[in-house]
T-cell receptor, first 113, second 110 residues
Framework: DAGITQSPRHKVTETGTPVTLRCHQT?????MYWYRQDPGHGLRLIHY???????DKGEVSDGYSVSRSKTEDFLLTLESATSSQTSVYFC????????????FGPGTRLTVL | DAKTTQPPSMDCAEGRAANLPCNHS???????VYWYRQIHSQGPQYIIH???NNETNEMASLIITEDRKSSTLILPHATLRDTAVYYC???????????FGTGTRLTIIP
């Protein structure tokens, strides 16, 4: 158990509304990631962070922003949700130097109507 | 990053060894082979990784061919709880961008 929680676990929202998903970790790991998972696409990296206030884009970052003001929290924001952002979102952590494996949270199922 | 090819699905009898193949013919010298699995709709779970030597841990064994162009994940005594989608990924050590394909759906048959 890597001590990762995600909130909310389920959310239904309407097109055009802002949405923020939270990933919280208890182990002070440096690296954190946001992925989305859709049928037929596997998991795709949205954004990642390599420290407080240090973030970078993944392969599907359009329409998403992230923030990391504390080591333990990594926030994913959809400024104006669209139906194409209906997905399951997973947060992951990587313990740091010497580790390459990532450990995943339980996921957030987001539906945009 | 090198691409991987896995069969879309496999069945294995409970109690038998499950052997999951992965082809990565374009793997580079600094790329590791990683295996993850995803049970039902849970988050992916790290299983094992290796560079060129065979590796074993409490979950599985990883056999990498000498030319490193393919590998096999072995679950020695499969149980029903091993039913999951298994992902083979190749990536340099420290690379942020793990690329998950569509994996192999392994079903353990009672």
């Amino acid at each position: 158990d890597a001590g990762i929680t995600q909130s909310p676990r389920h959310k239904v929202t309407e097109t055009g509304t802002p949405v923020t998903l939270r990933c919280h970790q208890t182990e002070n790991h440096r690296y954190m990631y946001w992925y989305r998972q859709d049928p037929g696409h596997g998991l795709r990296l949205i954004h990642y962070s390599y420290g407080v206030k240090d973030t970078d884009k993944g392969e599907v970052s359009d329409g998403y922003s992230v923030s990391r003001s504390k080591t333990e929290d990594f926030l994913l924001t959809l400024e104006s949700a669209t139906s194409s952002q209906t997905s399951v979102y997973f947060c992951a952590i990587r313990p740091g130097q010497g580790y390459n494996e990532q450990f995943f949270g339980p996921g957030t199922r987001l539906t945009v109507l | 990053d090198a691409k991987t090819t896995q069969p879309p699905s496999m069945d294995c009898a409970e109690g038998r060894a499950a052997n999951l193949p992965c082809n990565h013919s374009t793997i580079s010298g600094n790329e590791y082979v990683y295996w993850y699995r995803q049970i039902h709709s849970q988050g992916p779970q790290y299983i094992i990784h290796g560079l060129k030597n065979n590796e074993t841990n409490e979950m599985a064994s990883l056999i990498i061919t000498e030319d490193r162009k393919s590998s096999t994940l072995i679950l020695p005594h499969a149980t029903l709880r091993d039913t999951a989608v298994y992902y083979c990924i190749v990536s340099p050590f420290g690379n942020e961008k793990l690329t998950f394909g569509t994996g192999t759906r392994l079903t353990i048959i009672p």
